[in-house]
Each structure stands twice: as structure tokens, then as C-alpha cells.
């Protein structure tokens, strides 16, 4: 499913919203691109797997046409995509990848990433400090296979004109919400947030198998206390805007999106807390163009970029200096630029599930199985 969105800014995003799906508003990007480039060259067109939208982030016209060449994109439906293509022969073929942080460590441990040469990124140097402490997720033996670009997460929203500002997540499953709320088409999502309701644990990606059922039957009872099971992100924000809703999982750009058409959204502060995540560039292995997608991923990093970026899709961004640059209030009031502190005070960024069995922990493999139980409850 996808939808269209206007932006109040000169650029337009175009949203394909089957996940947490940008389609960032880069009509205008490519006439702020860096000066001074050198020419790059290229083994041919510029393969791109990823979310729908990233790749106009890394999509540098200058760059590509200086290069004599393209960007070739294949659009993924879920971050496992890029683990199976890339499996299944892609290596040697694809250029850039687009994973959340927590997929970075061992896809660079199982080498279907290469390591980045931060030489070729001199924009690293303005990467917000507070975005460098991921660095534990994205280092494998003291080498970078992950750059994070965008940030933003999965809150509690709520239209304040139908309903009090709720305190805890368990707020969904109140019996006068009942139709009036909904839950969240994301598995990590959805599992991560609820394991924190149910167990109340410091990092949810470290659970036993009594704490992973428990997450899932907290999981079904929002489900049967929801409205709807939601397909996309365009749908919530459809009934939020149609008011068939009045709280459930969302995006901070839906506070953009409803308020285009007249709707009020606020975002709340659950007791519990709320799942941040941040997406990252990456750059496959054997890749084809490897010279040429460090110089796209430096252009990516780049100040006009990032702030652009971040105003068109109202998201979050990691550079220091385009913070400094946003101008949009909504865009600022949510993501606190100023003091991100602010913003991550009631956030939390959760590891990645083990992959092979770890103790007493469920593995990545358990809780994909408990998600697939949980959608035929």
C-alpha cells in the first residue's frame, strides 16, 4: 500500500508507508549537492536495496552524473529481505543496503557486509556525539559496517480533543478504548515494546521464554482490543485522521500527516517508555561501486542534505550542524535538536535478539515464530 503526502515545504515527500517506509522529499536535493566533487569512477549503475525512499537520501545527481551512471533501486518489504537477496547471490552485485542498527553487527559478522572506510566519509566528523555511541552496534573487530543517517520511533499517539493524554501503554487495552485503539505492523516493534510492558526489562531483546510469551499474550490482547490489525503506516494514520481512532503505535511524522487534514495528534510519554531506532546506510559486500557509494554516503551525511531530509519527512537526522539549520518547528519540537537528550529521556534502543540459542534467551528465530503466533490468535 502506498500513499501520497504533501509537505509545507518546498519539497515533497512521497511516502510509500508498508513499514516505517520513508519516501523522503528529495525533488530538491539534488540542487543543493556538495561542490567541489571530484569524478568518481564506476563499474556501472549504482544497485540500491532498501526501503522505498532511502535511496533518494543517497541519490546524489552530481555524483551519479558525474560518474556516467544510475541508480538502480530494489525496494524491500522487510529488513529480512536484504538478508535473503544477499544470501541468494546478490553479493558481488548490490552496491547499498538500508538496515536498522540492530541488524548491522552480524550481518558484518556473517560478511554479507563490507567494512566502511571512514577516510571516504569526511561528514562522519559531524555526526552528532550522542549518534556515535551506537557505535556497539555497528563495529564488528573495531571496523564500521553501519553509518546511521535518520532516527525516530515508535510513540504512543493520541488526539487530545477525544481522549486524556494516557500514562502507560496498558492504556490500549482499556475496555472503553475497545475498537478506538490499534497496534503496530512491525514485528520488532511490536515485540520489543510489549516485552518492555510485560517484563519491565532494561534491554527486551534479552528475554526467556516465559517473558516472550507473556510479551505475546499482552500482544493478542491489543489485538483484540484494537480496531483493526493495520498493514501499514498510512493506514494508522488514516484512522487517526478519520478520528476511528483515538491512541495506538505510531510515527512521529503522523503528527504532520493528521494535522494536514485538520487533526490534532499529540505524542505521549508511557511510564514504560518508548522503542527509538536508528536506520543506517550500508555497504554490501564485494560491492561493485565501493569508491562511488562512499562518495553518495558522505553526500548523504552532508549538512544541506540532512537538513533537507529531515524537513521534508519530518524524521530525524545525525548531523550536528543541520540541527542547528532545521527551521521547521514541528520538526524540532518533536526531536529536540537542540538537547537530544531530551528527546532519548524516555527512549529506549534495544540489541539485537541472539542469533543462536544464548543461555536462557530466546533467539531472533523463537520470536519471529512467536510473531507469526500471534498473528493467527
Not at 359 to 369: C, I, Q, R, Y
Amino acid at each position: 500500500m502506498t500513499q501520497h503526502f504533501e509537505k509545507s515545504s518546498k519539497f515533497k515527500s512521497s511516502l510509500g508507508v508498508s513499514r516505517r517506509h520513508f519516501m523522503i522529499g528529495a525533488a530538491g536535493l539534488t540542487a543543493i549537492a556538495g561542490f567541489g566533487m571530484k569524478p568518481v569512477l564506476a563499474a556501472g549503475d549504482v544497485a540500491f536495496l532498501g526501503w522505498e525512499g532511502y535511496d533518494l537520501a543517497f541519490k546524489s545527481k552530481d555524483l551519479l552524473d558525474k560518474a556516467g551512471v544510475s541508480m538502480q533501486t530494489t525496494y524491500i518489504s522487510a529488513i529480512e529481505d536484504i538478508i535473503t537477496k544477499l544470501r541468494g547471490g546478490g553479493i558481488g552485485s548490490i552496491d547499498l543496503t538500508t538496515l536498522i542498527y540492530q541488524y548491522v553487527g552480524f550481518c558484518g559478522q556473517s560478511e554479507l557486509l563490507d567494512p566502511i572506510d571512514e577516510s571516504l566519509v569526511p561528514n562522519l566528523a559531524s555526526m552528532h556525539p550522542r549518534v556515535k555511541e551506537l557505535d556497539k552496534f555497528l563495529r564488528v573487530d573495531g571496523k564500521l559496517y553501519g553509518v546511521p543517517f535518520t532516527f525516530s520511533s515508535i510513540p504512543l499517539l493520541y488526539n487530545p480533543d477525544l481522549v486524556e493524554e494516557p500514562k502507560s501503554w496498558l492504556d490500549l487495552l482499556k475496555p472503553e478504548y475497545k475498537g478506538k485503539v490499534v497496534g503496530y505492523p512491525d514485528v520488532m516493534s511490536m515485540i520489543v515494546t510489549w516485552s518492555k510492558v510485560a517484563n519491565g526489562l532494561d534491554d527486551p531483546s534479552k528475554m526467556t521464554r516465559a517473558q516472550l510469551d507473556a510479551t505475546v499474550d499482552l500482544m493478542v490482547k491489543v489485538k483484540q482490543n484494537s480496531r483493526t490489525i493495520p498493514s501499514s503506516l498510512g493506514e494508522i494514520s488514516d484512522m487517526f485522521s478519520r478520528k476511528e481512532i483515538v491512541m495506538g503505535m505510531g510515527w512521529e511524522p503522523m503528527i504532520k500527516w493528521a494535522g494536514d487534514k485538520g487533526v490534532n495528534l499529540k505524542i505521549a510519554s508511557p511510564k514504560e517508555g518508548t522503542f527509538a531506532y536508528f536506520d543506517t546506510v550500508n555497504i554490501a559486500k564485494d560491492a561493485p561501486n565501493s569508491e562511488l557509494d562512499h562518495a553518495l554516503i558522505n553526500w548523504g551525511l552532508s549538512a544541506e542534505n540532512q537538513k533537507a531530509f529531515s524537513e521534508a519527512n519530518i524524521v530525524g537526522i545525525v548531523n550536528q550542524d543541520a540541527m542547528k539549520a532545521v527551521t521547521d518547528q514541528t520538526v524540532a519540537g518533536i526531536y529536540h535538536f537542540e538537547d537530544l537528550d531530551k528527546y532519548f529521556a524516555d527512549k529506549f534502543l534495544p540489541g539485537m535478539f541472539p542469533l543462536e540459542a544464548e543461555g536462557e534467551f530466546v533467539t531472533w528465530d523463537d520470536v519471529l515464530a512467536a510473531f507469526e503466533s500471534y498473528q493467527r490468535a
